[in-house]
Protein backbone atom coordinates (compact mmCIF):
# COMPACT_ATOMS: atom_id res chain seq x y z
CA UNK A 1 0.00 0.00 0.00
CA UNK A 2 1.35 3.48 -0.78
CA UNK A 3 2.18 6.03 1.85
CA UNK A 4 -0.70 8.70 1.77
CA UNK A 5 0.05 12.66 2.65
CA UNK A 6 -2.52 14.33 4.83
CA UNK A 7 -4.72 17.30 3.27
CA UNK A 8 -5.57 20.36 4.55
CA UNK A 9 -9.19 19.34 5.73
CA UNK A 10 -7.67 16.36 7.61
CA UNK A 11 -5.28 18.37 9.47
CA UNK A 12 -7.36 20.64 11.16
CA UNK A 13 -10.03 17.90 11.69
CA UNK A 14 -6.75 15.86 13.87
CA UNK A 15 -6.15 18.91 15.27
CA UNK A 16 -9.75 19.45 16.42
CA UNK A 17 -10.13 15.88 17.64
CA UNK A 18 -7.08 16.12 19.64
CA UNK A 19 -8.26 19.70 21.24
CA UNK A 20 -5.24 21.06 19.82
CA UNK A 21 -5.05 25.04 19.11
CA UNK A 22 -1.25 25.57 17.41
CA UNK A 23 0.82 27.47 19.99
CA UNK A 24 2.91 29.90 19.48
CA UNK A 25 4.89 29.12 22.56
CA UNK A 26 5.94 25.66 20.35
CA UNK A 27 5.88 27.37 17.17
CA UNK A 28 3.04 25.04 15.56
CA UNK A 29 2.63 26.20 12.20
CA UNK A 30 1.13 22.78 10.79
CA UNK A 31 2.17 22.53 6.83
CA UNK A 32 -1.18 21.73 5.04
CA UNK A 33 -0.05 21.96 1.64
CA UNK A 34 1.20 18.55 -0.11
CA UNK A 35 3.58 20.07 -2.65
CA UNK A 36 5.61 22.09 0.06
CA UNK A 37 6.45 18.68 1.86
CA UNK A 38 7.42 17.01 -1.23
CA UNK A 39 9.40 20.06 -1.99
CA UNK A 40 11.46 19.94 1.13
CA UNK A 41 11.61 15.79 1.17
CA UNK A 42 13.16 16.55 -2.83
CA UNK A 43 15.67 19.16 -1.46
CA UNK A 44 17.21 17.11 0.66
CA UNK A 45 17.60 13.99 -1.73
CA UNK A 46 16.14 11.59 0.75
CA UNK A 47 16.37 8.16 -0.72
CA UNK A 48 14.74 5.02 0.09
CA UNK A 49 15.89 3.41 3.18
CA UNK A 50 17.51 5.87 4.72
CA UNK A 51 17.03 6.59 8.03
CA UNK A 52 15.85 10.17 8.65
CA UNK A 53 14.90 12.01 11.74
CA UNK A 54 12.45 14.71 12.18
CA UNK A 55 12.45 17.85 15.04
CA UNK A 56 8.74 18.58 15.67
CA UNK A 57 6.51 16.59 13.69
CA UNK A 58 3.46 18.03 14.74
CA UNK A 59 0.39 16.14 13.01
CA UNK A 60 2.33 14.48 10.45
CA UNK A 61 2.39 16.61 6.70
CA UNK A 62 6.31 16.13 6.70
CA UNK A 63 6.43 13.22 8.24
CA UNK A 64 4.34 11.37 5.73
CA UNK A 65 6.15 12.72 2.86
CA UNK A 66 9.83 11.27 4.29
CA UNK A 67 7.98 8.08 4.58
CA UNK A 68 6.41 8.68 1.26
CA UNK A 69 10.55 8.25 -0.27
CA UNK A 70 11.02 5.01 1.15
CA UNK A 71 12.89 6.44 4.32
CA UNK A 72 12.11 5.54 7.32
CA UNK A 73 11.87 8.21 10.21
CA UNK A 74 12.72 9.01 13.91
CA UNK A 75 10.75 11.53 14.59
CA UNK A 76 11.05 13.78 18.37
CA UNK A 77 8.17 16.00 19.68
CA UNK A 78 7.64 17.71 22.82
CA UNK A 79 4.18 18.05 22.92
CA UNK A 80 2.47 14.55 24.27
CA UNK A 81 -0.37 15.13 22.67
CA UNK A 82 1.21 15.46 18.80
CA UNK A 83 3.81 12.36 19.66
CA UNK A 84 1.16 10.23 20.91
CA UNK A 85 -1.18 10.54 17.84
CA UNK A 86 1.41 10.19 15.09
CA UNK A 87 1.51 6.55 14.68
CA UNK A 88 -1.90 6.06 14.32
CA UNK A 89 -2.33 8.76 12.01
CA UNK A 90 1.19 7.09 9.69
CA UNK A 91 -0.68 3.81 9.89
CA UNK A 92 -4.07 5.22 8.13
CA UNK A 93 -1.85 6.59 5.64
CA UNK A 94 -0.40 3.20 4.77
CA UNK A 95 3.38 3.66 6.42
CA UNK A 96 4.66 -0.12 7.52
CA UNK A 97 4.93 -1.11 10.53
CA UNK A 98 8.66 -0.44 11.60
CA UNK A 99 9.33 2.68 9.48
CA UNK A 100 8.16 5.57 12.34
CA UNK A 101 9.95 5.78 15.75
CA UNK A 102 8.28 8.63 17.83
CA UNK A 103 10.44 9.72 20.53
CA UNK A 104 7.93 11.65 22.69
CA UNK A 105 10.37 14.64 24.02
CA UNK A 106 12.18 18.07 24.28
CA UNK A 107 14.32 17.87 21.13
CA UNK A 108 16.77 20.52 23.23
CA UNK A 109 17.70 17.54 25.58
CA UNK A 110 17.58 14.39 23.73
CA UNK A 111 21.25 12.79 23.50
CA UNK A 112 20.02 9.42 22.01
CA UNK A 113 18.35 8.86 18.61
CA UNK A 114 16.90 5.63 17.66
CA UNK A 115 18.36 4.02 14.35
CA UNK A 116 21.07 6.61 14.15
CA UNK A 117 20.05 8.61 11.38
CA UNK A 118 21.97 10.12 8.89
CA UNK A 119 19.91 12.83 7.49
CA UNK A 120 17.49 15.98 9.40
CA UNK A 121 14.80 16.96 7.77
CA UNK A 122 12.48 19.45 9.97
CA UNK A 123 9.97 22.31 9.65
CA UNK A 124 12.06 23.76 13.10
CA UNK A 125 10.04 25.39 15.57
CA UNK A 126 11.05 29.07 15.24
CA UNK A 127 12.29 29.93 18.58
CA UNK A 128 14.77 27.05 19.18
CA UNK A 129 16.14 26.73 15.55
CA UNK A 130 19.46 27.38 15.80
CA UNK A 131 20.11 26.61 19.30
CA UNK A 132 17.96 22.81 18.04
CA UNK A 133 20.19 22.20 14.87
CA UNK A 134 23.90 23.29 16.79
CA UNK A 135 22.54 20.69 19.60
CA UNK A 136 21.68 17.79 17.10
CA UNK A 137 25.15 18.04 15.37
CA UNK A 138 27.18 18.38 18.22
CA UNK A 139 25.29 15.26 20.09
CA UNK A 140 25.15 13.45 16.86
CA UNK A 141 28.02 12.49 14.70
CA UNK A 142 26.22 10.41 12.60
CA UNK A 143 24.33 13.02 11.36
CA UNK A 144 25.60 13.61 7.68
CA UNK A 145 23.29 16.20 5.81
CA UNK A 146 19.96 18.11 6.03
CA UNK A 147 17.27 20.38 4.93
CA UNK A 148 15.19 22.52 7.56
CA UNK A 149 13.20 25.10 7.11
CA UNK A 150 13.50 28.11 9.62
CA UNK A 151 12.57 32.06 9.28
CA UNK A 152 13.87 33.56 6.48
CA UNK A 153 16.39 35.87 8.08
CA UNK A 154 17.68 32.64 10.36
CA UNK A 155 18.29 30.78 7.04
CA UNK A 156 20.10 33.50 5.85
CA UNK A 157 22.33 34.25 8.65
CA UNK A 158 23.37 30.12 8.32
CA UNK A 159 24.25 30.56 4.83
CA UNK A 160 25.87 33.87 5.25
CA UNK A 161 29.75 34.42 4.15
CA UNK A 162 32.17 36.33 5.70
CA UNK A 163 32.15 40.26 4.82
CA UNK A 164 28.30 40.29 5.12
CA UNK A 165 26.12 42.82 7.55
CA UNK A 166 24.40 39.41 8.24
CA UNK A 167 27.03 37.02 8.81
CA UNK A 168 27.06 36.36 12.76
CA UNK A 169 27.51 34.30 15.60
CA UNK A 170 25.28 31.38 14.27
CA UNK A 171 27.11 31.70 11.17
CA UNK A 172 30.02 30.78 12.44
CA UNK A 173 28.89 27.98 14.86
CA UNK A 174 26.71 26.53 11.59
CA UNK A 175 30.00 26.93 9.72
CA UNK A 176 32.15 24.63 12.47
CA UNK A 177 29.95 21.39 11.46
CA UNK A 178 29.95 21.81 7.45
CA UNK A 179 28.55 23.85 4.47
CA UNK A 180 25.67 25.80 4.59
CA UNK A 181 23.38 27.02 1.78
CA UNK A 182 19.79 28.47 1.17
CA UNK A 183 17.64 25.32 -0.45
CA UNK A 184 14.17 26.97 -1.61
CA UNK A 185 11.72 29.47 -0.81
CA UNK A 186 7.84 28.85 0.94
CA UNK A 187 5.03 30.37 0.93
CA UNK A 188 3.35 31.58 4.21
CA UNK A 189 -0.02 30.50 2.83
CA UNK A 190 1.15 26.89 2.94
CA UNK A 191 1.29 27.65 6.85
CA UNK A 192 -2.03 26.95 9.53
CA UNK A 193 -2.35 29.17 10.91
CA UNK A 194 -0.04 31.75 9.08
CA UNK A 195 2.87 32.96 10.33
CA UNK A 196 4.05 36.67 10.26
CA UNK A 197 7.52 35.87 9.19
CA UNK A 198 8.41 34.42 5.96
CA UNK A 199 10.50 30.89 5.61
CA UNK A 200 13.47 29.96 3.54
CA UNK A 201 15.00 26.49 3.67
CA UNK A 202 18.56 25.90 4.42
CA UNK A 203 20.84 22.90 3.85
CA UNK A 204 23.95 21.44 5.30
CA UNK A 205 26.32 19.11 4.76
CA UNK A 206 28.51 17.82 7.60
CA UNK A 207 32.63 18.28 6.52
CA UNK A 208 34.37 15.09 6.49
CA UNK A 209 37.20 16.36 8.41
CA UNK A 210 36.92 17.48 11.81
CA UNK A 211 38.47 20.59 13.37
CA UNK A 212 38.65 19.65 16.88
CA UNK A 213 37.67 17.76 20.19
CA UNK A 214 35.13 19.41 22.33
CA UNK A 215 37.36 21.59 24.62
CA UNK A 216 38.58 23.31 21.51
CA UNK A 217 34.91 23.46 19.68
CA UNK A 218 34.01 25.24 23.08
CA UNK A 219 36.83 27.91 23.48
CA UNK A 220 36.16 28.27 19.85
CA UNK A 221 32.14 29.76 20.33
CA UNK A 222 33.34 31.16 23.24
CA UNK A 223 35.97 33.42 21.01
CA UNK A 224 32.87 33.82 18.57
CA UNK A 225 30.48 35.30 21.29
CA UNK A 226 32.91 38.03 22.20
CA UNK A 227 33.92 39.16 18.58
CA UNK A 228 30.08 39.20 17.93
CA UNK A 229 28.79 40.60 20.89
CA UNK A 230 30.61 44.24 20.07
CA UNK A 231 30.46 43.59 16.62
CA UNK A 232 31.58 47.17 15.63
CA UNK A 233 34.83 47.03 17.91
CA UNK A 234 38.23 45.77 16.55
CA UNK A 235 38.95 42.72 17.60
CA UNK A 236 41.83 43.31 19.86
CA UNK A 237 39.21 44.77 22.01
CA UNK A 238 36.19 42.77 21.42
CA UNK A 239 38.01 39.62 22.27
CA UNK A 240 40.16 41.20 24.56
CA UNK A 241 38.43 39.87 28.28
CA UNK A 242 39.88 36.14 26.47
CA UNK A 243 43.56 36.92 26.08
CA UNK A 244 44.81 38.70 28.96
CA UNK A 245 42.43 41.39 29.92
CA UNK A 246 43.93 44.40 27.19
CA UNK A 247 44.01 45.32 23.43
CA UNK A 248 48.03 44.46 23.56
CA UNK A 249 47.87 40.56 24.75
CA UNK A 250 45.26 40.40 22.64
CA UNK A 251 46.79 41.74 19.85
CA UNK A 252 49.40 39.49 20.24
CA UNK A 253 47.31 36.05 20.30
CA UNK A 254 45.69 37.58 17.28
CA UNK A 255 48.91 37.66 15.49
CA UNK A 256 50.04 34.60 16.89
CA UNK A 257 47.17 33.86 14.72
CA UNK A 258 48.12 35.23 11.53
CA UNK A 259 45.09 37.64 12.25
CA UNK A 260 45.43 41.55 11.63
CA UNK A 261 44.15 42.94 15.48
CA UNK A 262 42.45 45.81 13.55
CA UNK A 263 39.71 43.36 12.10
CA UNK A 264 36.32 43.28 12.86
CA UNK A 265 34.87 39.63 13.73
CA UNK A 266 32.91 39.70 11.03
CA UNK A 267 35.60 39.39 8.90
CA UNK A 268 36.74 36.58 10.15
CA UNK A 269 36.17 32.57 8.84
CA UNK A 270 35.72 29.66 10.81
CA UNK A 271 39.56 28.96 9.90
CA UNK A 272 40.66 32.11 11.49
CA UNK A 273 38.18 31.44 14.75
CA UNK A 274 39.84 27.87 15.35
CA UNK A 275 43.52 29.17 14.67
CA UNK A 276 42.58 31.70 17.23
CA UNK A 277 41.38 29.16 19.67
CA UNK A 278 44.57 26.93 19.41
CA UNK A 279 47.06 29.30 20.19
CA UNK A 280 45.18 29.18 24.14
CA UNK A 281 45.48 25.42 23.77
N1 LIG B 1 6.45 19.22 11.04
C1 LIG B 1 5.12 19.77 11.24
C2 LIG B 1 4.67 20.43 9.96
O1 LIG B 1 5.53 20.77 9.15
O2 LIG B 1 3.46 20.63 9.81
C3 LIG B 1 5.07 20.76 12.41
C4 LIG B 1 6.08 21.88 12.36
S1 LIG B 1 5.83 23.12 13.59
C5 LIG B 1 6.64 24.51 12.84
C6 LIG B 1 7.00 22.74 14.88
C7 LIG B 1 6.73 21.46 15.67
O3 LIG B 1 7.78 21.31 16.64
C8 LIG B 1 5.44 21.43 16.48
O4 LIG B 1 4.81 20.19 16.30
C9 LIG B 1 5.88 21.59 17.95
O5 LIG B 1 5.02 20.98 18.87
C10 LIG B 1 7.25 20.93 17.91
N2 LIG B 1 8.22 21.41 18.91
C11 LIG B 1 8.35 22.65 19.44
N3 LIG B 1 9.38 22.71 20.30
C12 LIG B 1 9.94 21.46 20.30
C13 LIG B 1 11.04 20.87 21.00
N4 LIG B 1 11.79 21.60 21.85
N5 LIG B 1 11.29 19.56 20.80
C14 LIG B 1 10.54 18.82 19.93
N6 LIG B 1 9.49 19.32 19.25
C15 LIG B 1 9.19 20.63 19.42
Redesign the pocket.
Known amino acids: MPVTLLGAAE?RALAADLDVT??KK???????DANT?RKIVHAARVQPGERVV??????????LAILEAGASVTA????HR?AAQLPATAARHGVPDGALTVVD??????TELPGAPAVLV???????SVP?LLHFLETFPYLQRGVV?VQAEVAERLAAAPGSKIYGSPSVKAAWYGSWRLAGTVSRQV?WPVPNVDSLLVGFDRDEIERGDDALRRRTFQIVDAAFGQRRKMLRQAVSPLFGGTAATASVALEAAGIDPTLRGEQLTIDDFVRLARTVH
Open positions: IPTLGQNFVVVEIGPGLGSLTVEIDLADAMRVANLPYNVVMF
